[in-house]
């Protein structure tokens, strides 16, 4: 079995383009005891990327090297199993990065069922960004009804589910965002209380 992905070709300068990747095909290993087969369904692509694509550290996480493939949160079919507890056809969560197909170790697997919620939302409001903005805002943030909730990047996965949660704790959202598009945005679909 082969998998298709996208790998780091140069270090972008700026704003990534084409040319700072390039697709290769690759051999998956064979399916060990413990593994699945996956495909890929739903790739997260989300802005702590663009900081592993430099030389320089730019979080806790190391650059990815040139000619590694991106890594990244995705939503994936199980194709085959070597693991009781998964059978083909099942969806789950899994870090298989930017490529078609992956043998990932089901420890590092969660589960989904799409009667829940719909499976790429696992990438989103109930995943990480969703994560990210419950715990920052509750947890650290701790708002009081009546207080104002300022919002940075507000239109993006955090800072949408941050100001939301802002708005059914009892607080007024201020939401900042770049451009007229991502404002309206904000106030029409989302109910901020303001926008800059």
Same mark, same amino acid.
């Given at each position: 079995?082969?998998?298709?992905? +996208?790998? +780091?070709?140069?270090?972008?300068? @700026?704003?990534?383009?084409?040319? !700072?990747?390039?697709?290769? *095909?690759?051999?998956?290993?064979?399916?060990? !005891?413990?593994?699945?087969?996956?495909? +890929?369904? =739903?790739? &997260?692509? !989300?802005? =702590?990327?663009?900081?592993?694509?430099?030389?320089?550290?730019? &979080?806790?996480?190391?650059?990815?090297?040139?000619?590694?493939?991106?890594?990244?949160?995705? %939503?994936?079919?199980?194709?085959?199993?070597?693991?009781?507890?998964?059978?083909?056809?099942?969806? #789950?969560?899994?870090? &298989? @990065?930017?490529?078609?197909?992956? #043998?990932?170790?089901?420890? *590092?697997?969660?589960?989904?069922?799409?009667?829940?919620?719909?499976? &790429?939302?696992?990438?989103?409001?109930?995943?990480?960004?969703?994560?990210?903005? =419950?715990?920052?805002?509750?947890?650290?943030?701790?708002?009081?009804?009546? *207080?104002?909730? #300022? #919002?940075?990047?507000?239109?993006?996965? %955090?800072?949408?589910?941050?100001?939301?949660?802002?708005?059914?704790?009892?607080?007024?959202?201020?939401? +900042?965002?770049?451009?007229?598009?991502?404002?309206?945005?904000?106030?029409?679909?989302?109910?901020?209380?303001?926008?800059?």
């Amino acid at each position: 079995m082969k998998t298709r992905r +996208i790998v +780091i070709a140069a270090r972008p300068q @700026g704003l990534p383009k084409l040319s !700072d990747f390039r697709i290769e *095909e690759a051999a998956l290993p064979p399916l060990g !005891d413990g593994e699945v087969l996956l495909q +890929i369904e =739903y790739l &997260s692509l !989300d802005p =702590y990327m663009r900081g592993r694509m430099d030389d320089a550290p730019a &979080s806790e996480q190391p650059a990815n090297a040139i000619g590694s493939g991106m890594e990244g949160g995705t %939503v994936a079919t199980v194709l085959d199993s070597r693991h009781p507890d998964y059978r083909a056809g099942e969806t #789950v969560l899994s870090y &298989s @990065g930017w490529q078609t197909h992956a #043998v990932e170790k089901t420890d *590092e697997l969660r589960k989904l069922d799409p009667k829940e919620a719909p499976v &790429s939302t696992a990438l989103g409001v109930l995943g990480m960004p969703g994560f990210t903005a =419950y715990v920052g805002l509750l947890n650290i943030g701790q708002p009081k009804p009546g *207080e104002t909730v #300022v #919002v940075a990047a507000a239109s993006g996965p %955090v800072g949408s589910a941050v100001g939301q949660i802002a708005k059914i704790k009892g607080t007024r959202a201020v939401g +900042i965002a770049g451009g007229a598009d991502k404002c309206r945005y904000l106030r029409e679909e989302l109910g901020f209380d303001a926008v800059i």
